[in-house]
């Protein structure tokens, strides 16, 4: 048997109110997320489809220095907006009022609508 549970039914504060300005950091996270993993998974099938055969691959697979370096600069966006996210005077007081959960799904919620 499968039960839904809320927030609500655990007895949690609800959620603060999102502004449009945390929604427009939070999809930018998640935006910057998105391109690091992108940007990684295609130098990882570059690699794999320049590199030799599978039996010789434990060895010869190497992400260039240039990759390593726009990698490197992927991942100081996405933690720069990762950090715009957890600034925000909205995501502070959800720590304070301990409705941190409820807050971040919300906006979770409101980022991802259209």
């Known amino acids: 048997m499968i039960v839904s549970v809320t927030f609500y039914d655990l007895g949690m504060p609800d959620a603060l109110d999102i502004p449009g300005d945390l929604v427009v950091l939070q999809r930018t996270r998640l935006a ?3 391109e690091v993993e992108a940007f990684a998974a295609a130098v990882d099938e570059r690699v794999l489809a320049e590199g030799p055969d599978p039996e010789e691959r434990s060895v ?11 990698l490197s600069r992927l991942r100081v966006v ?4 990762v950090l715009a996210v957890r ?11 301990r409705c ?12 991802r609508a259209q």
């Open 60 to 70: 010869s697979l190497r992400w260039t220095v240039e990759d390593d370096a726009e």
């Open 100 to 111: 941190w959960l409820a807050t971040w799904q919300a906006l979770q919620d409101a980022a």
């Open 87 to 97: 600034a925000h005077p909205v995501i502070q007081r959800a720590f304070e009022e």
């Open 78 to 81: 996405r933690d720069e907006a």
């Open 32 to 34: 910057a997320q998105a």
